[in-house]
């Protein structure tokens, strides 16, 4: 598979397009950088499909589906934004047709079906396209289902790669390109491939809990909550689901924004249960537990620091402490002197 040219061929399925707006305002590396080869390794890509930002429509449009599924798109990387509906569930229509070709309407899952059996990878981009996010929130009418769901955990892509899944309702700017970017480089054999956790989330960016990367994180320490919107202090009073959230939203937009750090509770939105509990009701307080364990490593760590801390003035004490003793005994045995005298 010579990898010089590569095709992104972006669906869009049970998407609210919000993925689509937050990519197009990443800056570390900006999209146009990524497609215009202003980054080293990373020549040679062609956003082939994109419903919202292709310039080709209607049936020329679809004719770029219908050839990638021939192979003349070869090689190409898919990407979804948006979940996947279950049509055996639609009866008599359609939940997800996404282009008309020749009179026959194309579904999403036959186009998906269509392209994982040629794609070089498989990035999902947002929760819904993840994990099935908002559309597949309890009671879930449709049926519908993320990627990772969708081909199985154990699929790979022509490059032998599981699918990527880079959650986020919409998940950060950067971590998109940043991501897509890897994918591309690891491909190519620039770059080590992404690790990823149990939910395929790319470690170096999921890693952590939102809780512990928080900006506003020394309210918490100290112990001040906000009670209202508005007030300063730790929102975890409000809602706030960092704890139990994986996400490096620490700032959106070249450096501006992002959740807690605008006084927005975090809601879980690149966990698989999103928008279902845990990270529901948004609202109502987090689960106690990891407050609770989170409260007990901290004592121990802290009450650790603390001894790390004052061990040199301790072990400069104990030679002294002999002598000290020593005088101690001495005042006592005078004053019992002093007694026995009286
Ligand atoms: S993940 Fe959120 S922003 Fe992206 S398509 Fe789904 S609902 Fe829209
Ligand atoms: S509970 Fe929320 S606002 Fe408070 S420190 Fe954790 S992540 Fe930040
Ligand atoms: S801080 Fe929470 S709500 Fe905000 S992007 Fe991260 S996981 Fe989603």
Redesign the pocket.
Known sequence: MSLEEINLIWL?G?????????IKQASNPTLIDILTGAIPGLGGLKLAFHPTLMFEWGEDAAKVLIDAMEGKYDPFVLIL???IPDEGKAGEGVFCGIADYEGKLLKLSDVIDGLAKRCAAAVA?????SYG???HGNPNPTGAKGLLDYLGRDWTGGLGLPVICV?????RPDNMVQVLGQAVLAARGLAPLPELDEWHRPVALFGSTMHELCPICGFYAEGTDAHGFGETGCLGALGCKGIISHCNNTTWVDGYGGCTGTGVPCFG?TEPEFPDPPTSPFFAKAPAMPFIIENITGMLAHAEMGFERFKPIIESLLPQIPEFIEVLDKQMEEEKDKGRKI
Do not use: L
């Open positions: 869009e049970q998407d609210c397009a919000g993925c689509t707006i937050s934004e948006g979940a981009i947002g929760t819904c396209a996010g908002i559309p959650p986020g309702c919409p998940p939105c």
